[in-house]
C-alpha cells in the first residue's frame, strides 16, 4: 500500500524573487503570497520587495526570511543602458526593473538583465562603458542636448532624453514617468530644454481636462445611483479580493488598496508593464471613477471598469499618449 504521509508532508522552503503584489512565480508554479493588501485585512504584512525564502502551504506561499539571490543563469538576457530603474534596449522599447538593486548604476550605464518566469526584469550586471556613455554622462550633467556626441546607439539616446526630460521637469516642478518621457526621448536628446517645455505645456493641459473630466464622472454616477431604481451589477466577494483578481486576469499587478467612503470605493494602486497607475472604483462593481490616466476619445466611463484599465494603460503606451493625473 502507497505510504500517503509523504504527500501531507510539508514542502522544502524555495528561493524566489518577490516583486510586490499578492503573487510570486517560480518556473511552472504560481502561489498567492501569505498576507493582505488592505491593511484592516492584514494578520500579517506583505514582505519588501526582493528575494525571499517561502514555505510552500498548499496554493500559497509564506514568506519566511530574506534570502540570497537565487540564479539567474539560463534566462533571457535583456541588454540597454539604465535610466532611473529602468533599461532603455533599443529606440522604442523600455523595460523597468522590478527588483531595486543594492547599488544603483550609473546613469546611462550600460546594463544586463535577466527575464523571470513572470515577465519581471531582474538586474544582473553592468557591462562595459565606452566614450559614448561617459560624453553622455557630461552632457547630462549639464543638462544640455546631446550635439554632435559620436557613436550613440539608439538605447543609449533614448536612455539620456528620459533623464534629461525627468531632470528638466523636476527643475520646473512638474512630475512626469518613465514611460511618459519615453516617447519624446529622442527629441529631448536632440533638442534639449524647449522640446522638453513645449511637451510639459501640453502635458499640464491635458491633466487638467482629465481631472474636470474626472469630477465630472464622479458627480454623474452619483446622480444615476440616486435616481435608478434598479439594481446595479454586484460582483460577489471581499471587493479587495475581486479588484486583485480582476487586474491579475488582465495580467496586472495590485500593489495596495485602500478603502474609501466607508468602503463604498476602493483606491487601487496597480502596476501595468511596470507603470504605475492609482485608479478610484465602486467597491460593489469596480465602475472605473476616475482612472487616474487621461482617457482618450471612446472610452465610455458607464462601461470603463477596472477589469479593462490595464487595455486602456497599455494603450496609451503604445500610442505616445500615455498621461498619468495621480501618483503616489
Known sequence: MADFRRFLAPAEPVVLPYFGGTRVDAANRRWRVAGELAPEHAPEPAPERGWWRFRIDGRRAVPVE??????????????????????AVDGRRVDRVALPP??????????AARRWYSGDLVLDALEFEDDAELGARHALEELRPLGALRGVAPSLRVAFGIALGAAIARELGVAAS?????????????RGRDAVREWLAELAAGRQRAEADARGRAEAIRREAAASTARPRVRRGDPVQRADDALDGAHARMVSCRRLERGARLDVVYEVDGTRVMSIVDAATLQVIDPGVCLGHGHEYRALTLDAMPSVVREAIETGRLNLTRRA
Not at 530574506?66 to 533599461?87: E, K, N, Y
Open 178 to 190: 518613465v514611460r511618459e518621457l519615453a516617447p519624446r526621448a529622442a527629441a529631448f536628446a536632440d
Open 102 to 111: 543594492d547599488d544603483d548604476p550609473p546613469p546611462l550605464g550600460r546594463v
Open 66 to 87: 530574506p534570502a540570497p539571490a537565487g540564479d539567474l543563469a539560463g534566462l533571457p538576457v535583456v541588454r540597454g543602458h539604465w535610466t532611473d530603474g529602468w533599461i
